[in-house]
């Protein structure tokens, strides 16, 4: 059974940075491609960015999120990470790692990320 660990998240203020973790257990995570979604209150949950298998070569991200985050992956540790720069009060929000259209596993946990003064 596939797990996503998710980590990183916290308060921080307008401008500032967070790098977000995700272990994966259960499958061999190289072979896949993964993203990072996320949901904010009375939200649905929304995709954030992605990432090709392998080599990670290919990334993609939503418009409201280009030039400021960027994913990364470690297939070693089975990590993928999400570093976030210039955080702004949207971006409030818990953010979950998964496979991109897998419908079957369940999802994490997520991590809170808070962006306020």
């Known amino acids: 059974q596939v797990q996503f660990v998710e980590s990183g998240g916290g308060l921080v203020h307008p401008g500032g940075s967070l790098r977000l973790s995700c272990v994966v257990s259960?499958?061999?995570?190289?072979?896949?491609?993964m993203g990072w979604y996320r949901q904010a209150p009375g939200k649905q949950r929304e995709l954030v960015a992605t990432?090709?298998?392998?080599?990670?070569?290919?990334?993609n991200y939503a418009d409201f999120v280009k030039g400021r985050f960027t994913v990364s992956r470690d297939n070693a540790k089975s990590t993928v990470y999400l570093q976030m720069n210039n955080l702004q009060p949207e971006d409030s929000a818990v953010y979950f790692c998964?496979?991109?259209?897998?419908?079957?596993?369940?999802w994490g946990q997520g991590t809170q990320v808070t962006v306020s003064q």
């Open positions: 259960g499958v061999i995570v190289r072979v896949l491609p």
């Open positions: 990432i090709s298998a392998v080599s990670g070569s290919t990334t």
């Open positions: 998964h496979i991109p259209y897998d419908d079957t596993s369940d």
